[in-house]
T-cell receptor
């Protein structure tokens, strides 16, 4: 089974600064998809960004971007110009066979004024 | 607006009791999923269904059961065999076949033991 590892249980960033959340995964497949989800205190799961493994170009969504290193099986999330509303749990996920997501254990992001 | 509705928001279970968590979606999605979330554990897959009248076990299916009689509904029963049911349960759905399609999530049900 594929494993997704988020090595940072907690991270902190000051408002307006940039922070990078790490994610590595293990797979023998060549075609797959990766996602970052945000879970604020309301516990809703909100899609932040997604990346197709066959695309070399890193995905970008406004202040959120990824650094996808396929050979290294690394998929980090960069948040630029951090805002107080970015404070949440962030989960990295891998799309495996039959479309079920395989999640990491999450990184709790604290944003300080 | 289309979405996923989970009910109830909070649920309490007595010892030896079965309880059922409801999940309804009006997104016309084929695939539906149940995840369990424990502190520090992320989300773990319980059951999933790609089509009506068909479902498969996920990583932690023991003590749970599901049915998929209608496309829009995927209820989860937590049986008395599940000895540690206290957790946050999330239901999700997605269009089947497209791996890059994101999963849409409900707002969750928090289950506790009385």
């Amino acid at each position: 089974a594929q494993t997704v590892t988020q090595s940072q249980p907690e991270m902190s960033v000051q408002e307006a600064e940039t922070v990078t959340l790490s994610c590595t995964y293990d797979t023998s497949e060549s075609d797959y998809y990766l996602f970052w989800y945000k879970q604020p205190p309301s516990r809703q799961m909100i899609l932040v960004i997604r990346q197709e493994a066959y695309k070399q170009q890193n995905a970008t969504e406004n202040r959120f971007s990824v650094n996808f290193q396929k050979a290294a099986k690394s998929f980090s999330l960069k948040i630029s110009d951090s805002q107080l509303g970015d404070a949440a749990m962030y989960f990295c996920a891998y799309r495996r066979f039959r479309d079920a997501l395989n999640f990491g254990k999450g990184t709790s992001l604290l944003v300080t004024p | 607006d289309g979405g996923i509705t989970q009910s109830p928001k909070y649920l309490f279970r007595k010892e030896g009791q079965n309880v059922t968590l409801s999940c309804e979606q009006n997104l016309n999605h084929d695939a539906m999923y149940w995840y369990r979330q424990d502190p520090g554990q992320g989300l773990r897959l319980i059951y999933y269904s790609q089509i009506v009248n068909d479902f498969q076990k996920g990583d932690i299916a023991e003590g749970y059961s599901v049915s998929r009689e209608k496309k829009e509904s995927f209820p989860l029963t937590v049986t008395s065999a599940q000895k540690n049911p206290t957790a946050f349960y999330l239901c999700a759905s997605t269009e089947s076949g497209g791996r890059n399609q994101p999963q849409h999530f409900g707002d969750g049900t928090r289950l506790s033991i009385l």
